[in-house]
């Protein structure tokens, strides 16, 4: 033991943290965080775009069922909503004639211009109405990717975050889209390098879309996080081993263990979509699945809690 005197604030310090009363005190201060994120496997059909009321009306009881879920499989509220790819992207449908979306399904390559001029009419609506539902809901919301064109008049596959307040806080742009979005749309891509994570209750989040899940350069290009979540359209078959070779594949070998894979379901413009949404974990031993949905049916949605 040194000799050297302690001074009294130094003494007061060493009775309050050897205090119970105080130990106590500075635990009921300092709770454990967890995340709460709830998936939607949300169904698509020109029904649902046929305007904007029942665009919203769709989504608002996608909602309605997911809180319904999270409030009975868990203690915590929820943190983040998850849509898949292209949740928006039809959204443009509700300006057009039905003659114009009938002529749009059958040639969407000769009618870009027609394409164009929806987006660029919906993307305003887009952007309004997940502002207004995130802030009267009280939790951020990943509202899967809509179509927009940027400034030079290109068409992107853009994913869009919205804070609890309503504010429009992060964007991501599909790097490797798929061929019929080059040869419909001549879709413009974006980079790797531009992609960045996001934070939801203290808890980091990277982002893949779609095709670019099963690119192994976003194994190096993502930082550590404590969720990776993939978004998807497939209009490919359902198959337990084509999905395996996305998240499932990539998850060991990048710096984060946790995974979530959303997809879209329905049947739109002669597309149609089918794919499980599902949670997995790296165990550093083995990938696996914790929770997966039915991948056929459509509006199913899923809850999955990191303390």
Same mark, same amino acid.
């Given at each position: 033991?040194t000799?050297?005197?302690?001074?009294?604030?130094? %003494? #007061?310090?060493?009775?309050?943290?050897?205090?119970?009363?105080?130990?106590?005190?500075r635990?009921?201060?300092?709770?454990?965080k967890s995340l709460? %994120?709830?998936?939607?496997?949300?169904?698509?059909?020109?029904?649902?775009?046929?305007?904007?009321?029942?665009?919203?009306?769709a989504v608002e009881?996608?909602?309605?069922?997911?809180?319904?879920?999270?409030?009975?499989?868990?203690?915590?509220?929820?943190?983040?909503?998850?849509?898949?790819?292209?949740?928006?992207a039809f959204?443009?449908?509700s300006?057009?004639?039905?003659?114009?979306v009938?002529?749009l399904?059958?040639?969407?390559?000769?009618?870009?211009?027609?394409?164009?001029?929806?987006?660029?009419?919906?993307?305003?609506?887009?952007?309004?109405?997940?502002?207004?539902?995130?802030?009267?809901?009280?939790?951020?919301?990943?509202?899967?990717?809509?179509?927009?064109?940027d400034?030079?008049?290109?068409?992107?596959?853009?994913?869009?975050?919205?804070s609890?307040?309503?504010? #429009?806080?992060?964007?991501?742009?599909?790097?490797?889209?798929?061929?019929?979005?080059?040869?419909l749309?001549?879709?413009?891509?974006?980079?790797?390098?531009?992609?960045?994570p996001f934070?939801?209750?203290?808890?980091?989040?990277?982002?893949?879309?779609?095709?670019?899940?099963y690119?192994?350069?976003?194994?190096?290009a #993502?930082?550590?996080?404590?969720?990776?979540?993939?978004?998807?359209?497939?209009?490919?078959?359902?198959?337990?081993?084509?999905?395996?070779?996305?998240?499932?594949?990539?998850?060991?070998?990048s710096?984060?263990?946790?995974g979530?894979?959303?997809?879209?379901?329905?049947?739109i413009?002669?597309?149609?979509?089918i794919g499980?949404?599902?949670s997995?974990?790296?165990?550093?031993?083995?990938?696996?699945?914790?929770?997966?949905?039915?991948?056929?049916k459509?509006?199913a949605?899923?809850?999955?809690?990191?303390?």
């Amino acid at each position: 033991m040194t000799s050297a005197k302690l001074n009294p604030g130094a %003494i #007061l310090i060493i009775f309050m943290l050897f205090t119970p009363g105080f130990l106590f005190a500075r635990a009921a201060a300092e709770p454990e965080k967890s995340l709460t %994120i709830g998936a939607v496997q949300f169904s698509v059909s020109e029904e649902v775009y046929s305007s904007i009321e029942s665009f919203r009306s769709a989504v608002e009881e996608s909602l309605n069922k997911l809180e319904i879920k999270a409030a009975s499989s868990s203690e915590s509220s929820l943190n983040l909503a998850v849509f898949p790819e292209y949740t928006s992207a039809f959204l443009g449908l509700s300006f057009l004639s039905p003659q114009e979306v009938k002529s749009l399904a059958a040639d969407t390559a000769d009618n870009r211009s027609l394409v164009g001029w929806a987006l660029r009419m919906a993307e305003p609506r887009v952007i309004s109405i997940w502002s207004e539902i995130a802030r009267e809901r009280g939790y951020a919301i990943l509202a899967g990717t809509t179509l927009i064109l940027d400034n030079e008049g290109n068409i992107r596959n853009r994913a869009l975050l919205f804070s609890p307040e309503g504010e #429009l806080i992060w964007t991501q742009d599909k790097v490797f889209p798929g061929a019929p979005e080059v040869e419909l749309l001549n879709l413009k891509t974006g980079k790797i390098s531009d992609a960045r994570p996001f934070e939801i209750n203290g808890f980091e989040i990277v982002t893949t879309i779609c095709r670019d899940t099963y690119h192994q350069e976003w194994e190096e290009a #993502l930082p550590e996080a404590d969720l990776w979540i993939d978004i998807k359209a497939n209009e490919l078959p359902f198959t337990r081993e084509y999905y395996d070779k996305a998240l499932p594949e990539r998850l060991p070998d990048s710096p984060t263990n946790t995974g979530l894979t959303v997809s879209l379901s329905g049947k739109i413009l002669g597309f149609s979509f089918i794919g499980s949404t599902e949670s997995l974990i790296d165990d550093g031993i083995s990938s696996r699945i914790i929770e997966t949905s039915d991948p056929y049916k459509e509006n199913a949605v899923l809850i999955l809690n990191i303390p």
